[in-house]
């Protein structure tokens, strides 16, 4: 009788942030008596993997969507589309903005296509330092702590290793390719490095191919608002007068 509400909770903590701990601590305050923190993190695994398994499948769906939609509108080739890309990260402050996710332990890059007015997402990618079994029994030997050194392990990056928007966007061209797509301008912000590589992936059985970056309004616009606010006007510029 407690399976059902207690994965109902699992899946509904997948759209807030908030954890098991978190979870066990706001239950504990309102005096509910729920399940205890180690079954709340084994049905969140569970639902987890069901939830990647439906994302994944989705994804697909758009991008066959994507080629559909390029073919009824008659285009030269209905595999080549246009795409947004952009990573995230669970920093609270970013050091260096040539090199973003310094000082945080995931990084999630995402693809949207910019074909339909949906813009449904078509690729995502995880990049993860953390592991609770790494942390909490091999923490004394550093030869163990590698990505996937033992079983369910649920590191799969270096944690000496910086994060690269461009390795995120690479891997995550490797699935769009096994649809043959093929993405021809790609929206990103100024410090990404994303669309390199796209290119690089894509010239592998395409070298003439070329990706070409479209900067994103958002962020163009907040570096003119930087540049305007930062800029020396001379008083001889505009050459008319002035009211105060």
């Given at each position: 009788l407690c399976a059902a509400p207690n994965i109902g909770l699992a899946i509904g903590l997948q759209d807030v942030p908030m954890g098991p701990t978190g979870t066990e601590r706001l239950l504990a305050a309102g005096q509910i008596l729920g399940p205890s923190r180690r079954q709340l993190q084994t049905h969140s695994n569970r639902v987890c993997e069901k939830v990647a398994e439906l994302d994944q499948t989705e994804s697909e769906k758009a991008i066959d969507r994507c080629i559909e939609v390029n073919?009824?509108?008659?285009?030269?080739?209905?595999?080549?589309?246009?795409?947004?890309?952009?990573?995230?990260?669970?920093?609270?402050?970013?050091?260096?903005?040539?090199?973003?996710?310094?000082?945080?332990?995931?990084?999630?890059?995402?693809?949207?296509?910019?074909?339909?007015?949906?813009?449904?997402?078509?690729?995502?990618?995880?990049?993860?330092?953390?592991?609770?079994?790494?942390?909490?029994?091999?923490?004394?030997?550093?030869?163990?702590?590698?990505?996937?050194?033992?079983?369910?392990?649920?590191?799969?990056?270096?944690?000496?290793?910086t994060f690269s928007e461009e390795k995120m966007a690479t891997e995550i061209t490797r699935k769009l390719r096994t649809k043959g797509v093929k993405v021809k301008y790609m929206s990103t912000d100024g410090d990404a490095h994303g669309v390199k590589g796209v290119q690089n992936l894509i010239q592998q059985t395409d070298p003439e191919w070329k990706t070409i970056r479209i900067a994103d309004p958002v962020h163009l616009g907040v570096a003119q608002l930087k540049r305007v606010n930062n800029t020396t006007f001379s008083a001889k510029m505009l050459g008319k007068r002035t009211q105060k």
């Open positions: 073919r009824l509108r008659g285009t030269e080739d209905a595999h080549v589309i246009n795409a947004s890309f952009d990573g995230r990260y669970n920093s609270t402050r970013m050091t260096n903005s040539y090199r973003p996710g310094l000082g945080s332990s995931q990084a999630i890059g995402v693809m949207c296509e910019d074909v339909t007015d949906e813009k449904q997402i078509i690729g995502y990618i995880l990049h993860n330092k953390l592991c609770p079994t790494c942390s909490r029994t091999l923490c004394h030997d550093p030869k163990l702590r590698k990505p996937g050194s033992h079983k369910g392990c649920s590191a799969n990056y270096g944690e000496n290793v």
